[in-house]
């Protein structure tokens, strides 16, 4: 069973972007520089954006992080968002979803200039994506295709079972997968929560993909001997046994799972560091 090692791959790609930061302020140009806008004090969204912030600082690039109250006005925020669309220091910046309840979600991503939309989550870049042209790409779905890249792993003809449809990672990766290209050319079948006899689908999966949001959701009979399991979960669970009282899991029964896989992200340490790594290189992609 093969370990997908999602921090390592993280680091080694972190350490190529710091060494062509060197290279470009060799010839004179300037650090890329990411902004993040975080609204409300969400300890998940917090540590997130921490650890891209962290990561900005580790490949030599600028950031700012942008904290604003949990009940700022919707008009306010898009002002934010105007405010670094017109800076010129800025090279890319992030909305850290989710946001609050009372903020229409696309408003806020509709309004982020999609040259700096380096989440790719605005329309024209879902739309360019759809149609096969350059566009930034969602870093999760991104991640994942770096880290089946990076461990050579063979995607085409395969079966890639997608359980999950959202706009941020089931939705693009499902594209992703099944383009004409290197790790593309898989048969996908997106599965959520309408879909029926799951665990007969999963089954037929040679690349399963579980992105879903739910503690060990998947279980070691819902996948086909030798498969490669792709965890996107980032869940906290209760755990007494530790000083914090919780601990993360992912979506995969992972004790389970590597009975039955031949490879396997782990949780955490698989896909969450390999979406930091895209994203700087969104970031650098934007900078040029
Ligand atoms: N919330 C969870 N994942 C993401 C992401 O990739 N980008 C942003 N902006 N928010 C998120």
């Known amino acids: 069973m093969t370990l997908l090692d999602g921090k390592a791959t993280s680091l080694a790609i972190q350490e190529e972007l710091r060494l062509e930061v060197l290279e470009r302020l060799k010839i004179g140009q300037d650090r890329p520089h990411l902004a993040a ?4 004090d969400d300890p998940a969204s917090r540590a997130y954006v921490g650890h891209k912030i962290k990561a900005c600082e580790r490949v030599g690039f600028d950031s700012s992080l942008i904290e604003l109250p949990l009940n700022i006005r919707e008009d306010e925020l898009i002002r934010e968002v105007e405010a670094l669309n017109n800076d010129v220091n800025v090279d890319g910046f992030i909305v850290q979803l989710p946001l609050p309840e009372h903020m229409n979600e696309q408003t806020i991503l509709q309004a982020i200039h999609p040259d700096k939309d380096v989440d790719g ?22 991640g994942i295709i770096e880290l089946l890249e990076r461990y050579d792993i063979q995607t085409s003809g395969k079966h890639a079972v997608i359980i999950g449809r959202s706009s941020i990672v089931g939705t693009p990766l499902a594209l992703l997968l099944s383009r004409n290209a290197s790790r593309g050319n898989c048969t996908v079948t997106l599965c959520h929560s309408r879909t029926q006899d799951l665990p007969s689908i999963t089954r037929q999966a040679d690349i399963l993909i579980a992105a879903i949001g ?28 530790k000083k914090s009282g919780s601990r993360l899991t992912g979506d995969v029964d992972y004790q389970d799972a590597m009975q039955v896989a031949s490879a396997i992200t782990p949780v955490p340490g698989g896909v969450g560091p390999m979406t930091i ?11 040029a």
């Open 214 to 241: 739910k503690p060990h959701f998947v279980t070691g009979d819902m996948i086909k001997p030798g498969a490669v399991v792709i965890d996107v979960g980032i869940n906290r669970i209760l755990d007494d046994s």
């Open 37 to 40: 806008i975080i609204v409300g």
């Open 121 to 142: 989550f605005h329309p024209i870049h879902a739309g360019n994506l759809s149609l096969g042209l350059p566009s930034f790409i969602p870093a999760t779905p991104a």
């Open 277 to 287: 790594a895209m994203l700087l290189k969104s970031t650098l992609q934007a900078s």
